[in-house]
């Protein structure tokens, strides 16, 4: 953890130079890609020692398979490779560490280097080996074209600015931010000469920096002073089961789940940070005219705990891993899309039993939720009255359903997770089967949202 947070300081700082010293007016792209890919090696040499090897490695199987297999099967082979690798890594912390979270921990790097690797590879496919109308309005816009070179590649999966906690983001906006085209692109979708400017703005990512450091470090607080005086672990104790009544056990269970947070809203928002005071993470103009430097964040705080529903909650956490999965297998899968997603976010994160648990789960819940929304939701849009009722009600409910799935994540093992849902009588998993019963449900087909994004296409097209 000190290694971490040393590196991504370090990184901060490297960052802010970088942006000044080596922007795309006083260097070249090559050397930007070279500063970028030498100083991320250092921080995973730095970091994790000799195990940094395993990110190397992985990341060159994967450019031999970019360079050698054909194009129809080069997503197939990359992803097949990767996640194998990944899984394996996985599989030594269990059967060698025995549950342990080793000191060096290489794992999480190399989670956002095998995100990296599929996303190219997936977009590398559908610049070169499909045709432009069998593609998404999204996958046409983030098409590759022609393969990377090796310093390209290097620079992309190895940059000093995410190689420590990512985030993971779409290769040609990589590249964009490294050629400096990156912010010049998003400030050309608006007119300014409509809004009084005779030339386009500059903007400086100094005031998102500063913002985000703030909540890295009220953040950092809040994880040193609620995180070990609410664990996870105390909502199994005989004691507490025995005389804590059922409803006090579940205001328990929230109060140690938003304890476990701030330890991923620091190390999200200080990756966030360090990668916008390189410069990079542009995403445009919002309505009232202020620029926003969020395209690569990966949490909304206010949405998460304000979320009225199990899907507003997902979407607005690990945004970037959201992102990565809708793009690698929800848009992609030919069945079962939700079912496959949440098992690909399981073998993701590892082969801890608690992972399976939390993402299962996840899935009959999420199939619930949407059949009682898709059901129900319209007869409580109006008054305004009863629609603030339904707001408060669902928002309780969604914030007590994500505690309920996420316990097993922190827990791991399958005795306390058992146990833990024994404690509250398994109420989660009997109210979603109860609701899938009795509900109709209205199922989006693979089909039908194919043809929906086709639509989309091609009114972009049109237009």
């Known amino acids: 953890q000190i290694n971490f947070v040393a590196c991504q300081l370090f990184a901060l700082l490297a960052a802010f130079w970088f942006r000044i010293y080596l922007s795309p007016s006083h260097a070249s792209s090559a050397v930007r890609h070279a500063f970028a890919t030498l100083f991320g090696i250092y921080f995973a040499v730095f970091c994790f020692g000799w195990y940094s090897i395993h990110l190397f490695v992985l990341v060159m199987m994967n450019y031999g ?17 990767a996640m194998g690798y990944l899984t394996l890594c996985h599989i030594s ?23 990296k690797i599929t996303t190219l ?15 998404t309005a999204e996958q046409n816009r983030l098409a590759v074209k022609s393969r990377p070179s090796l310093l390209e590649y290097l620079s992309y999966l190895l940059n000093f600015m995410s190689i420590i906690a990512g985030p993971c983001s779409n290769y040609k906006d990589y590249i964009a931010f490294i050629e400096g085209r990156h ?3 998003k400030l050309l979708e608006v007119n300014w000469k409509q809004k009084g400017y005779d030339r386009l703005p500059d903007p400086s ?3 998102a920096v500063m913002y985000k450091l703030c909540i890295t470090l009220v953040s950092l607080i809040l994880f040193l002073t609620l995180t070990k005086n609410f664990p996870m672990a105390y909502i199994i104790d005989n004691e507490f089961l ?11 269970l929230y109060v140690v789940t938003q304890a476990a947070k701030p330890k991923y809203y620091f190390a999200w928002t200080l990756a966030d940070a360090v990668n916008n005071a390189a410069g990079y993470g542009f995403s445009g103009v919002d309505e009232r005219g202020t620029f926003r430097w969020d395209l690569l964040s990966n949490l909304n705080i206010w949405n998460i705990e304000t979320a009225t529903s199990f899907k507003m909650y997902i979407e607005n956490w690990n945004i970037q891993t959201a992102a990565w999965l809708k793009r ?12 496959l997603t949440f098992i690909l976010s399981a073998l993701w994160h590892g082969i801890y039993p608690g992972y399976y648990f939390t993402f299962l789960t996840g899935i009959l819940i999420t199939l619930a939720a949407r059949a009682i929304r898709s059901n129900c939701r319209h007869y409580f849009l109006s008054p305004v009255p009863l629609k603030i009722a339904y707001d408060i009600i ?37 109210l979603s089967i109860l609701v899938l019963l009795l509900l109709p449900i209205r199922p989006q087909t693979h089909s039908g949202r194919r043809a929906q994004n086709q639509a989309m296409l091609n009114s972009i097209k049109s237009k």
């Open 205 to 207: 990512p100094t005031g």
């Open 121 to 135: 590879a997936c977009q590398l496919h559908d610049g070169i080996g499909r045709q432009a109308e069998e593609l």
């Open 65 to 81: 398979i970019m360079n050698m297999a054909s194009i129809p099967n080069i997503h197939r082979y990359s992803f097949v490779v």
């Open 328 to 339: 690698v297998c929800y848009d992609r899968a030919p069945w079962y899309p939700t079912a």
């Open 183 to 185: 912010v010049h692109m």
């Open 242 to 252: 025995d005389k804590t009544p059922f409803l006090s056990r579940l205001g328990y």
């Open 93 to 115: 912390r269990i059967y060698i560490f025995h549950y342990g979270i080793l000191t060096t921990d290489f794992s999480g790097p190399l989670m956002i280097i095998t995100q």
């Open 394 to 430: 669902t928002w309780a409910i969604t914030q007590l359903a994500v505690c309920y799935t996420v316990a097993p994540f922190v827990m791991l093992a399958v005795e306390p997770t058992i146990k833990f849902y024994k404690s509250v009588y398994f109420h989660m998993h009997i």
